[in-house]
């Protein structure tokens, strides 16, 4: 084999060896059982205290060694009064250290995987920890199962929220 056809076979392999490493980093992230856009099932959840939003979309997108977490929210404060739709968004990695959040009463939140199904989000306001979520995605990957226990200055609350792979 002369020196041109061996240059040539050696940049197919290389190309072929790139784009594999490419294809199964994106399958990775691809079989991360949480990303992806879940909707809430009402009829299924329970918040304690209510009421229940009216609607909640949540969409989680890799990014780096962690997740960007965009939550719509429509509330309606049962007065008659529209409240609209609030927007929360941050982006974290699953190492427990503090991340800013943006359009939460929050300040910061950390995660950390649990296991491959199972993620914990601590919130905190000035420094204290006064929120934890449990995230739980079914064997299946079609139902997302978000358990709160947190504290604000209206007392203590939880929420049990089931949302839908959309």
């Known amino acids: 084999m002369n020196t041109t056809a061996r240059r040539a076979s050696l940049a197919s392999a290389i190309a072929v ?3 594999a490493l490419a294809g199964s980093a994106a399958f990775a992230q691809a079989r991360d059982p949480l990303m992806g856009t879940w909707k809430l099932n ?3 959840s329970s918040f304690n205290p209510g009421p229940a ?7 989680f997108e890799p990014a780096g060694d962690g997740v960007r977490h965009h939550i719509e929210t429509y509330v309606n404060n049962g007065s008659g009064t529209d409240e609209g739709v609030h927007i929360t968004q941050y982006t974290a990695a699953f190492d427990g250290k503090d991340n800013a959040i943006h359009g939460s009463a929050l300040d910061t939140v950390s995660l950390k995987r649990l296991n491959p199904r199972s993620i914990e989000r601590t919130g905190k306001v000035a420094g204290a920890a006064i929120e934890t979520q449990t995230w739980n995605v079914s064997a299946d990957g079609k139902v997302l199962t978000v ?3 947190g504290s604000n200055d209206d007392g203590d ?3 049990v929220e089931v949302f839908e792979r959309q």
Request: aromatic share 6%; net charge positive; proline share 5%.
């Open 157 to 159: 609350y939880s929420r």
């Open 17 to 19: 060896t790139l784009i």
């Open 53 to 59: 939003p009216v609607s909640r979309t949540m969409k």
């Open 42 to 44: 009402r009829a299924k």
């Open 147 to 149: 358990t709160t226990r």
